[in-house]
């Protein structure tokens, strides 16, 4: 945790000559993430930034919610990771208010952990959502798009993604649509595919301690196929286009991957691995969501609908899929 800001309290932490530290008029001491916080009973709160010049702000604020919750002193710990971001953990004896919460600077992402973590350094399973999660884009609205149906799609999409519409009928709905395309833009749409920012970071370091991962999407089984093969995923879930003489019928076969079945695709994949309660996380950006990330021992709401931003354990509001790891415990 190098900081080219070199903010003082930062710089302490990142070098820890000493375990007390003395700043802005409060006592700091530094423990390590795998020990025991020295609050055990309390509360600890991680704080996940990429920007290094928020650094003074950010002490600053922490200085400031110390001072609000009456303490005299401060447990903190460095959190790193492979990723490329920076975190510390603060261990609290009470848990802010939201209003306390709502002053921390916008650049920084706030995780307030209230019990047990997902254990990084353990085998686990993650599975995800597609859409607007593993991926920038919804394959349904582009897919549309170059069928020359956009507007249509996009508009049954939207309320589909705010819980205004059954899954499954938005999905007839929405395929119906692309009936008569030529399947040719399936291919040309996989060759593009624009990965969502700190995937590829995320699942390398996830790898690295032998979780499994897996992809989850109301889309179409050509775009999950693709990702499991780019990405090596270990699994890979979706619907299934029905393709007749080279053109889209405007139909899906199969059961349709909708909020239940990705739910049951977090028990079925943590029983065929045989992993751990407590292993289990899954993220997601939209209301279909929700059964799934439920169903996780830990649900993360990646720049989400609100419904699920409601629902989850935790959220992404800004930063990318990076911050992924740092909401586990090493």
Known sequence: MESLNQNALFVWLAASPSPRFEYQGLSFEAYQESSTRSSPNGFAMRLIYEDLSIEDSLAAWIVSLAKSLKLT???????????????????????????LLATCPSQVELHLIRGPLPKLSEPGLLVMDMDSTAIQIE?????????????????ITERAMQGELDFEQSLRQRVAQ????????IQTLCDTLPLMP???????????????????????????????????????????LVIADGKLAGTVTGKVVDAQFKADVVNRCSQDWQLPAGQRVAIGDGAN???MVQAADFG???????????AADARIRSLDLRVLPYLLQY
């Open 178 to 185: 692309l009936e008569g395309a030529d399947a040719k833009i």
């Open 73 to 99: 002193s401060l447990s903190i710990a460095p959190i790193r990771r492979q990723v490329a971001l920076h975190c510390v953990e603060l261990a609290l004896p009470v848990e802010p208010s939201a209003e």
């Open 198 to 240: 700190g995937l590829e970071a995320m699942l390398t370091e996830l790898k690295s301690h032998h979780w499994r991962l897996v992809v989850a999407s109301g889309g179409f089984t050509p775009f999950v196929g693709h990702l499991k093969q780019l990405l090596n995923l270990d699994a890979a879930f979706a619907n299934e």
């Open 139 to 155: 394959c349904i609205d582009e897919l549309a798009a170059m069928a020359g149906v956009g507007e249509q799609v996009a508009a």
């Open 300 to 310: 993360i709401a990646f720049h989400a609908k609100p419904k699920l931003a409601a």
């Open 289 to 291: 969501d929700i059964p």
